[in-house]
């Protein structure tokens, strides 16, 4: 149930604050989201045929909700988008001796660079950042609960989505 109403939560928004055929798009890149950020908030799992499903959705839909981004900027917010989370993905790997980041996570940073354009993206890792922050510290606080593993796919997505609705 929860899941229906946030799902027309999104439309129902994008609706609102957007144009036509951008919040068609916009509804669309929300929808796509929100299995992503679900299954990666309860499982810290973002299956590699969702993200794939989300990169080509942008490539055939992402004009329409961010006519300005030329083909260059997304392919450009693609790559640089993956390179910019696998390389800190793996420099931690190798300096600690285990993994800190999901593989996921940089492939659907650089899904949402099709989607954004490249320059959008150092705005939604610094939203995406600051939600994650306040989410651990909310748990710390509230409930003396102290996560080892965090979402960060889905604090990913939420920035993404929140970017596209504030232009």
């Keep these: 149930m929860a899941t229906e109403l946030i799902a027309a939560l999104i439309?129902?928004?994008?609706?609102?604050?957007?144009?036509?055929?951008?919040?068609?798009?916009?509804?669309?890149?929300?929808?796509?989201?929100?299995?992503?950020?679900?299954?990666?908030?309860q499982h810290l799992w973002l299956p590699n045929r969702l993200v794939l499903l989300?990169?080509?959705?942008?490539?055939?839909?992402?004009?329409?909700?961010?006519?300005?981004?030329?083909?260059?900027?997304?392919?450009?917010?693609?790559?640089?988008?993956?390179?910019?989370?696998?390389?800190i993905r793996q420099a931690y790997k190798l300096f600690?001796?285990?993994?800190?980041?999901?593989?996921?996570?940089?492939?659907?940073?650089?899904?949402?660079?099709?989607?954004?354009?490249?320059?959008?993206l150092p705005m939604t890792l610094l939203i995406a950042s600051a939600i994650g922050l306040t989410v651990v510290s909310t748990l710390h606080v509230i409930a003396k609960h102290q996560r080892n593993a965090l979402p960060f796919g889905s604090f990913l997505g939420v920035a993404a989505f929140a970017i596209v609705l504030i232009g």
């Design 54 to 87: 989300l990169a080509v959705m942008g490539v055939l839909v992402g004009p329409m909700l961010t006519p300005d981004i030329a083909w260059t900027g997304r392919a450009t917010g693609m790559v640089a988008g993956f390179l910019s989370l696998e390389i």
């Design 11 to 41: 439309g129902a928004v994008a609706v609102l604050l957007l144009p036509p055929a951008q919040a068609i798009a916009a509804a669309v890149f929300g929808w796509l989201l929100l299995p992503l950020i679900m299954l990666d908030y």
């Design 96 to 120: 600690r001796k285990h993994d800190g980041m999901g593989a996921g996570d940089p492939k659907l940073f650089g899904a949402l660079g099709i989607w954004l354009g490249w320059q959008a």
